[in-house]
């Protein structure tokens, strides 16, 4: 009897502070701001440990590889007769790209027909004068004059198949021809052009684009952070969210009067040749590594008020405001202080979730 007295009040203050413990459960989960189908739903990236490294921003264009390039020019004067490339096009090496009129290559053929004429010539007057000598009809002098005569023809003969090995052409005509495989990159004629042989202007350009060099200024504050072998990415206008990968092989050590610049290179495989040339570019160069730190996705961040926060998730349904220190943001990861790593931030409608537990 004493045990039942004791016993029913007891159970029930066990049962009102149950019921008590109930409602602020239920009252607490009503308060929350942030509901839980959104808790469930939003991304995280956990805090990670990284290498940090510079990263220096420059600017450059694309031009072709110097080795992998050739200028064409007319080693004769005349007039153009026909034009067989335009800007752009693809040629095969040896491929005609003009063809010229020129007396020049009408001159070189004149003379090389006369310079075989006179070898032949003096050819026939030796065996003359060596049969007459055979016979007592000759003198030794006049038999070394006729060799000395064919000696000298042939060495003209000879200055003639030479010139007109370099000059080329034949009929009075004159054909430029691509000297390697690749893509007309300058043309400088037209049809009935006229050209003359000291003109110091190239009339095609052929490039193989299979490689291509970037060339971008360094600013003088940035000299220091670049060096030979550093990586970079590189990306342009025509497709910005596409990176092409490289390395710096060549840093020019002169600055430009003009801008307070440096130069540098990039050669870089073009395949589909998706790089042209005069294509600006912006390179991002990845310096060498000062150390570790902790790492979290640069959108992660939330500024207010002069500070810097992030949204913790703490459980499954459960989410917290951490106020961090930012030591260092390079591209779109942020170094910082103030969490540990293998915390999982939020980085979908952090900025949303943080004035609503702000708020509460």
């Known amino acids: 009897m004493i045990f039942s007295k004791i016993f029913i009040p007891a159970l029930f203050s066990v049962i009102m502070m149950g019921s008590c413990n109930s409602h602020e459960q239920l009252a607490a989960k009503d308060d929350n701001p942030v509901p839980d189908s959104l808790i469930k739903s939003i991304k995280t990236a956990p805090?990670?440990?990284e290498d940090i490294t510079d990263?220096?921003?420059l600017n450059g264009k694309i031009i072709p590889n110097e080795s992998r390039q050739a200028k064409v020019y007319a080693l004769v004067s005349g007039k153009i007769?026909?034009?067989s490339v335009e800007l752009g096009d693809y040629v095969k090496k040896g491929k005609e790209l003009a063809l010229l009129q020129s007396s020049e290559v009408a001159g070189v053929a004149n003379d090389l027909s006369v310079a075989q004429s006179n070898v032949d010539m003096s050819k026939k007057n030796l065996q003359s004068s060596e049969e007459l000598f055979n016979s007592g009809l000759a003198t030794e002098r006049e038999v070394i004059t006729a060799r000395l005569e064919v000696n000298k023809a042939?060495?003209?003969l000879n200055r003639a198949n030479q010139v007109s090995s370099i000059t080329?052409?034949?009929?009075?005509?004159?054909?430029?021809?691509a000297p390697l495989s690749g893509y007309i990159i300058e043309k400088t004629i037209t049809n009935n052009s006229e050209v003359?042989?000291?003109?110091?202007?190239?009339?095609f350009t052929v490039a193989d684009l299979s490689t291509v060099w970037i060339i971008a200024n360094v600013f003088e504050a940035d000299i220091n952070n670049i060096h030979i072998g550093d990586d970079v990415t590189v990306s342009t206008l025509a497709d910005p969210e596409k990176d092409y990968t490289g390395k710096i092989d060549k840093i020019y050590d002169v600055l430009d009067p003009a801008n307070r610049t440096m130069k540098v290179r990039i050669s870089m495989n073009n395949p589909g040749n998706v790089l042209k040339p005069e294509m600006f570019a912006t390179i991002n160069v990845t310096g060498k590594s000062s150390g570790k730190m902790l790492s979290i996705p640069s959108g992660a961040v939330v500024l207010d008020n002069s500070k810097r926060y992030v949204i913790v998730k703490i459980s499954a349904d459960s989410l917290a405001i951490r106020e961090i220190q930012v030591l260092k943001r390079i591209g779109d990861k942020t170094f910082i202080k103030g969490l540990t790593e293998g915390e999982q931030v939020v980085i979908t409608s952090q900025v949303f979730i943080f004035?609503?537990?702000n708020s509460k």
């Open 355 to 357: 004035e609503a537990l």
């Open 47 to 49: 805090v990670t440990v």
């Open 154 to 156: 042939s060495s003209e």
């Open 55 to 57: 990263q220096v921003k």
């Open 196 to 203: 003359r042989s000291d003109n110091n202007t190239n009339l």
């Open 168 to 177: 080329g052409g034949k009929n009075a005509t004159y054909a430029l021809t």
């Open 81 to 83: 007769k026909s034009v």
